[in-house]
Structures are given as structure tokens and as C-alpha cells.
């Protein structure tokens, strides 16, 4: 089948991954699950995993095949597995866990101690097949599409993770802050507008991205290049600050807004990174707010946004592309030519 892998660390996206033709992956425990990938999301941490950013973070076995944002059909699986079957649609949590470490039993599961990452630590789903477990698989509702749903199994899971963890300190008549709408950002803004009533404000230097958070629930839109943010968010929020900020820029200049934007004993969540935090450890003390990190989510926290999909209060914005355009469209990520996720059909 063919599968597009990275061999080499690069910076150049335009030849990023080659398009291998590699064997059909087997089962080779009995919970394994063989899944047809109908769709994977292409990610920002693509083009980082490539520029090797990820490197000393994870153990990654190259070539490996990329991909972490995976939904498709059943096609095979292992003989203990129950709760699916060939034949069932269903989206993969990008992460394999074991069930019988400590966080896995706290329910933990991103801190599983012997966890495989798709796509970043093993075989992800640029790919016609791609094998994982049936702890990591949630089964579709009738009616969602494999393909338009794919990028929820790492964006939609990441953003709803930070919306949660910022919506239980959100009381109405509070102001919550996302910074970036792209692939994340306008899953995010979703998440808070269905479940709280705190006022919403958009920072987005693209004229379309903040078009779109305004169809999506935000209350005020901010252009970051003609606009003072600080004295916006000042003014809307009656000199208190935002509550929560959701960062899914994580750039220097993103971050540097913290001091100046987030209310005392607030929270300013890092989701995009890239950039640095450097702020005087004073600025924290004197306002009490705190940076919060943000990695993916818990298996019953994709089940709960693939509930809030079926409700149709989470839209998915795609562009579809074919397996051979990858570096294609690592290139348009990178020179920001994306609205939305680009979902590889493989
Ligand atoms: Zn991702
Ligand atoms: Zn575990």
C-alpha cells in the first residue's frame, strides 16, 4: 500500500515526505485493529515532527509514517477485540495506551506510560491502513462522515481539552480570549460558545479567519495588526482582563500578551507552540495568572466532542486533498493557505 513517510528531518516542506510503498500492517496482538483510513488530518505538528522539532521529546523510529488525525472503517481485528467490528466506522484517539498503568487507571490516558503516538512514535495514517487498538478506537454515530470528522482525533481533541479546562472557571458575564482561528482556534471558539456564556473575543490577523469566528459565536473580532489588543480586551472586559486565554499560536508575541491581557487569577493556555515564554517572573506574581500547557485530551474527552458533533454544535472546516499532496500542503500550512484542516484521503 502506499504510505507517505519521513525519512529525514528537514526544513524544507516541499519534500517533507516521499510517497513509499510499504507491506499492510498485521495484527499482531490480540486487541489490535486494523483501520482503512478514510481520512487524516494534516497538523501544524506535521510540519514540526518533519523539522524535527519533536526529536528529543519521543522516541521516532524513522522512516515512520505520519499522520496522527485518523478516521476510517474496520477492516480487521485482533481475536479478544468486543467492541468493534469490521465493517464499523469509527475515529482513532491518536494515542495507544495499555489500560493497566497508573494514569491509564486515573483515567489519565495521555500519560500512559507505555503509550504509542500515531504518526509521531509509530505508523500513523498517511496511509491506506493504519493499525492501532481497541482501547484507542471510538465508534461513529450514524450519519458522521470518517472523513470530515478525522482532524477531531488531534485538533478537535485539543482544543475541546483546553475549552473544557478553561470553561470550568468561565462564569457568565466573564470574557474568554482565542488567540488564532485556524484548525484549532475555530474548534476551540465552538466548544466554549456551546458550553458557556462567557462573552467571546477572536484575535486573528486574517480578515477570513475572524469572518468565520464571528459565524462561529464571537462576540468581538480583534486584527492584531491595526488593532492595540490589550486596549480592546481592556475595554470589553471593563479594565478586569479575560478569564481564560486560549493561545493556539503559542508565538513569542502571542504569549507576551499574558500580563496585559489575562484577569488576575486567570489562565493564558499554551495549545500552539513554536515561540517562548518570556515574561518577568514578577508579571505572574503581581497578577496571578498562571500558564497552562495543553496536550491533546482523554480518550472520553474525543468521545464526548464526537457527542457534541452529532448535536451540530462543532462544524468541521476542510479542504480535501490526495495522498501525493502532502508536501503540497505542508508548503501551504506553512505560508498560512489553509482555512479550516487540509484532510488527506488516502
Ligand atoms: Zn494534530
Ligand atoms: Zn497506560
Known amino acids: ?128 491502513e493504519l493499525l492501532t487498538n481497541e482501547r484507542a478506537v471510538i465508534a ?50 465552538q466548544c466554549l460558545d456551546a458550553m458557556s456564556a462567557a462573552k467571546l473575543v477572536a484575535v486573528d490577523l486574517k480578515e477570513s479567519a475572524r469572518s468565520l469566528a464571528e459565524e462561529l459565536g464571537a462576540d468581538y473580532t480583534l486584527d492584531p495588526e491595526s488593532q492595540d489588543v490589550p486596549e480592546e480586551i ?9 478569564t481564560q486565554v486560549l493561545d493556539f499560536v503559542g508565538a513569542d508575541q502571542t504569549t507576551a500578551l499574558a500580563p496585559e491581557i489575562t484577569a488576575a487569577g486567570g489562565d493564558h493556555h499554551i495549545i500552539g507552540y513554536g515561540g517562548h515564554i518570556h515574561e518577568p517572573s514578577q508579571a505572574l506574581v503581581n497578577g496571578e495568572f498562571s500558564f497552562v500547557g495543553n496536550i491533546v485530551g482523554r480518550y472520553t474527552e474525543l468521545q464526548e466532542l464526537v457527542a457534541l458533533v452529532e448535536q451540530g454544535d462543532v462544524d468541521l472546516h476542510t479542504t480535501r486533498f490526495e495522498l501525493g499532496q502532502v508536501n503540497e500542503v505542508a508548503e501551504k500550512l506553512e505560508h498560512r493557505e489553509i482555512d479550516g484542516r487540509a484532510v488527506i484521503t488516502p
Not at 488525525?69 to 482513532?92: F, L, R, Y
Not at 450514524?142 to 478537535?156: C, K, Q
Not at 473544557?164 to 488567540?179: H, Y
Not at 481592556?234 to 479575560?242: F, L, P, V
Open 140 to 189: 461513529l454515530p450514524n450519519g458522521v462522515d470518517p472523513t470530515d470528522i478525522a482532524p477531531h482525533a488531534d485538533a478537535g481533541i485539543t482544543a475541546y481539552h483546553a475549552a473544557k479546562k478553561a470553561v470550568r472557571k468561565l462564569s457568565p458575564g466573564d470574557t474568554a480570549v482565542v488567540i488564532g482561528v485556524g484548525g484549532l482556534g475555530h474548534i476551540g471558539l
Open 1 to 128: 500500500m502506499d504510505a507517505a513517510r519521513l525519512h529525514e528531518y528537514t526544513h524544507d516542506m516541499s519534500e517533507g515526505l516521499s510517497i513509499d510503498s510499504v507491506d499492510r500492517p498485521e495484527i499482531t496482538k490480540s486487541d489490535g485493529v486494523i483501520v482503512e483510513v478514510e481520512g487524516a488530518g494534516w497538523c501544524q505538528t506535521d510540519n514540526h515532527i518533519i523539522e524535527g522539532m519533536w526529536e528529543q521529546y519521543v522516541p521516532q523510529p524513522l522512516p515512520m509514517t505520519l499522520g496522527h488525525e485518523n478516521a476510517g472503517t474496520v477492516v480487521e481485528v485482533g481475536d479478544e477485540v468486543e467492541t468493534v467490528s469490521e465493517g464499523q466506522p469509527v475515529i482513532c484517539h491518536p494515542v495507544q495506551t495499555c489500560g493497566t498503568c497508573r494514569p491509564c487507571r486515573q483515567g489519565e490516558t495521555m500519560y500512559c506510560e507505555n503509550d504509542k503516538f500515531n504518526g509521531l512514535t509509530t505508523d500513523g495514517g498517511f496511509a491506506e
Open 234 to 242: 481592556e475595554g470589553i472586559t471593563d479594565g478586569r482582563g479575560a
